[in-house]
């Protein structure tokens, strides 16, 4: 069976960099798999702005969408990213429904890092279990818009809704969701494709103050 | 001491978007930590393009430069992303000679994944021991620019050269920059903002057929 899936990456300004772009190197990974493999389909990634204009991201990367919330087709899967940005869209009514609208066709609905308190205003992940970034766990519950708020795991699933922790989570997330949305073959070989056999040389050691 | 330095990330039409765009989350987040911790200094992390105009990335990803080659100041680091376009800036005089001027008055000369064989082609990294993605050694073993081209290392350091494996492996590359650029506790508190805690969902397993 041939699967070409509509995957959109929701993007604005502030948005943290790594929390898309990580994601969108995992997702697009496949196509570049089925090109080796000589497996048929192609899955279209794409990034949306809320007018189609490249945005200026948390850390000064400028990044061009390929389509606006009016112009953007249906999607399989949506993804929001985090960062400081998401303060303003949290309350950003054009955003909320343009999650909420395409969220009711998705097969999955999915988020990085900050980006789950968006989800969760805009409907999708509202009364969710659902995670963030470590330092944004407290700022994601006293918005009370989600069902839990949980600390300490990559990511998490409920329903069709995958929210993953800060920024880096979203690697791992999204390696999970090939396995959804293709197979468990299909994202071995993403990982191997991207050498993703990390090696930090330090390690992850979260504040006691948190 | 304030340190405010100037690092350079070098992009063009076909690079590999994580190549570059995981070592300029952990680039910059240096700044996000100072702001936080009340630090001085703020570096300058920018993308520098032939002509100055935005780049096409391997996965259609559409990212503007702030600097061409002509107006670029000079670099304190040089980053150079692999990816496709690598077998055509490979014989690009512009971008060789690019690179050898601002490398000879750099503190570190780094790259990811095939990045390293411009980096060997435009003479920074020509008789040096180096890494590329595990898929391409054979390739930049073949080109023969290098002294040696080292497999299963996540980065190799030789002098003030510094190249990483493929894709994602650029991220831990970076990490260690930072310790070497600041100190290790901000390489660490970096791991700590990003959250960079890896979890993959499945082991990197590299093919027989290497």
Same mark, same amino acid.
């Given at each position: 069976?041939?699967?070409? @899936?509509?995957?959109?990456?929701?993007?604005?300004?502030?948005?943290?960099?790594?929390?898309?772009?990580?994601?969108?190197?995992?997702? &697009?990974?496949?196509?570049?798999?089925?090109?080796?493999?000589?497996?048929?389909?192609?899955?279209?990634?794409?990034? !949306?702005?809320?007018?189609?204009?490249?945005?200026?991201?948390?850390?000064?990367?400028?990044?061009?969408?390929?389509?606006?919330?009016?112009?953007?087709?249906?999607?399989?899967?949506?993804?929001?990213? *985090?960062?400081? *940005?998401?303060?303003?869209?949290? &309350?950003?009514?054009?955003?909320?429904?343009?999650?909420?609208?395409?969220?009711?066709?998705? &097969?999955?609905?999915?988020?990085?890092?900050?980006?789950?308190?968006?989800?969760?205003?805009?409907?999708?992940?509202?009364?969710?279990?659902?995670?963030?970034?470590?330092?944004?766990? *407290?700022?994601?519950?006293?918005?009370?818009?989600? *069902?839990?708020?949980?600390?300490?795991?990559?990511?998490?699933?409920?329903?069709?809704? !995958?929210?993953?922790?800060?920024?880096?989570?979203?690697?791992?997330?999204?390696?999970?969701?090939?396995?959804? @949305?293709?197979?468990?073959?299909?994202?071995?070989?993403?990982?191997?494709?991207?050498?993703?056999?990390?090696?930090?040389?330090?390690?992850?050691?979260?504040?006691?103050?948190?």
């Amino acid at each position: 069976m041939t699967k070409s @899936l509509n995957i959109a990456i929701l993007i604005f300004d502030g948005a943290e960099e790594l929390d898309f772009q990580g994601p969108w190197e995992v997702l &697009t990974m496949v196509n570049t798999v089925r090109a080796f493999k000589k497996i048929e389909g192609h899955d279209k990634v794409y990034l !949306v702005s809320e007018t189609g204009a490249k945005v200026t991201c948390a850390n000064g990367m400028r990044v061009e969408a390929d389509f606006s919330y009016a112009t953007a087709p249906q999607a399989d899967v949506i993804l929001v990213p *985090g960062g400081q *940005g998401t303060r303003r869209e949290v &309350t950003n009514s054009a955003t909320l429904k343009w999650i909420a609208d395409q969220a009711a066709h998705c &097969t999955w609905v999915t988020s990085v890092c900050t980006g789950s308190m968006v989800l969760a205003a805009a409907g999708p992940a509202r009364g969710k279990r659902i995670t963030t970034h470590w330092a944004a766990i *407290g700022e994601v519950r006293n918005r009370g818009d989600a *069902g839990e708020v949980v600390s300490g795991q990559r990511w998490v699933v409920d329903g069709n809704v !995958v929210t993953s922790a800060g920024v880096s989570a979203g690697i791992d997330m999204a390696i999970w969701l090939v396995a959804q @949305l293709h197979d468990d073959d299909m994202a071995k070989t993403v990982v191997r494709m991207m050498e993703y056999d990390p090696a930090p040389p330090f390690a992850f050691a979260k504040p006691d103050r948190t």
